[in-house]
């Protein structure tokens, strides 16, 4: 069984900093991507970053210099380091890895609520 534990949400005022968090634990292995996608009230959810086991990443264009994801391999972590956050960035942050083979597994976080004050 797997678990994808996510922390770090919370509520900061617009230009303040987050730190996303998800860990995933046991039987997992082969770890390919790992992103961030977030869902705001009565829209679609999008993908925010993700970072592949190579280290490549991709970001959504509002995001573009704000927003920095990063994993630690040996701890099956991904980060999403938030900065210069704005009010349109509230919502509810979801972690994904995809993993075994050409990643055919997708996992999902708990989701973590991002509330941006103006």
């Known amino acids: 069984q797997v678990q994808v534990v996510e922390s770090g949400g919370g509520l900061v005022q617009a230009g303040g900093s987050l730190r996303l968090s998800c860990a995933a634990s046991?039987?997992?292995?082969?770890?390919?991507?790992m992103g961030w996608f977030r869902q705001a009230p009565g829209k679609q959810r999008e993908l925010v970053a993700r970072?592949?086991?190579?280290?490549?990443?991709d970001y959504e264009d509002s995001v573009k210099g704000r927003f920095t994801i990063s994993r630690d391999n040996a701890k099956n972590t991904v980060y999403l380091q938030m900065n210069s956050l704005k009010p349109e960035d509230t919502a509810v942050y979801y972690c994904?890895?995809?993993?075994?083979?050409?990643?055919?597994?997708?996992?999902w976080g708990q989701g973590s609520q991002v509330t941006v004050s103006s």
């Open positions: 046991g039987s997992i292995f082969s770890i390919k991507t």
């Open positions: 970072i592949t086991s190579g280290g490549s990443t």
């Open positions: 994904n890895i995809r993993a075994g083979p050409a990643g055919v597994y997708d996992y």
